[in-house]
């Protein structure tokens, strides 16, 4: 399925850059860009070093070459002075080697010599490259400082900002617990004046069910006295009340 595919790779990539957008700072980003072009800079010091180097080497090797023209011309003309024209005829040989490579080094020493130059044109340039960059890095640095601290400014003034959007947040909580135990305390007192807690303030006396049920007990217990003791006046014919008149009579 290269179609879902693709359109996955698109979707997570524009993730990925947008991370990368939220978490880069211009200010980091430009001074390691900064400090990368010194290290360049450096690099190329260094070239032009290398380079001076090995061509002081091949001036010093042919010093020793022209020395050794000159002496080797000098011992051919000795020996052919002296009469011995084999001796000056290999000193000549010699002397058309060296010179041969003595013609070479000075090749090679001037094309070192141009090589140092385009590096010295280069450090050159690249030295006016760094140093523009580093002004307007400056300056880019503190325009985004700038408006940075603008927009701090402007999001605290308006409460659009994060910060300030989570103190909106914590106000509206607030509100809200206010209103629902203002709500709270208004349900009591409404309870409160309609005597709704009156039986909460009796069970607070300390009767429990034990006690209901000894009071059930004990009046349950007169009422069986009482029963019994009517019965017993019954059963003598004469009403309780009629002896207590005859004997309030008497």
């Known amino acids: 399925m290269p179609g879902v595919s693709g359109r996955f ?11 990368l957008d939220r978490a880069e700072d211009p200010a980091e980003t430009l001074d ?16 032009i070093a290398d380079v001076v180097t090995a061509k002081k080497r091949l001036q010093m090797q042919s010093s020793k070459l022209e020395q050794s023209v000159v002496k080797l011309d000098t011992q051919a003309r000795q020996a052919l002075a002296q009469g011995n024209e084999e001796l000056a005829r290999v000193a ?7 010179q041969s490579e003595l013609q070479s080094l000075d090749s090679q020493v001037a094309e070192l010599e141009a090589q140092q130059q385009k590096l010295v044109d280069s450090q ?3 030295t006016t490259k760094i140093e523009t960059f580093r002004t307007k890095k400056e300056v880019i640095k503190a325009q985004y400082s700038a408006a940075e601290a603008q927009v701090r400014i402007s999001e605290a003034a308006t409460g659009v900002g994060e910060e300030m959007a989570d103190v909106g947040l914590a106000m509206q909580r607030a509100v809200d617990k206010t209103e ?17 807690f009156d039986d ?3 069970l607070g006396s300390g009767e429990d069910d034990i006690d209901r049920q000894l009071k059930e007990l004990s009046s349950t217990a007169t009422v069986d006295d009482e029963l019994a003791k009517m019965k017993a006046e019954l059963g003598s014919g004469t009403p309780p009340d009629a002896k207590q008149i005859e004997g309030g009579q008497a």
């Open 124 to 126: 050159q340039k690249l």
């Open 200 to 202: 909460l303030t009796q």
């Open 32 to 47: 390691y860009s900064y400090q990368k072009q010194l290290e360049s800079l450096q690099n190329v010091k260094k070239g």
């Open 180 to 196: 629902q135990m203002k709500a709270r305390a208004d349900a009591v007192g409404e309870l409160e004046a309609s005597g709704a």
């Open 9 to 19: 790779s698109t979707v997570v990539k524009a993730k990925i850059s947008k991370l």
């Open 92 to 98: 000549l040989e010699r002397k058309n080697v060296a």
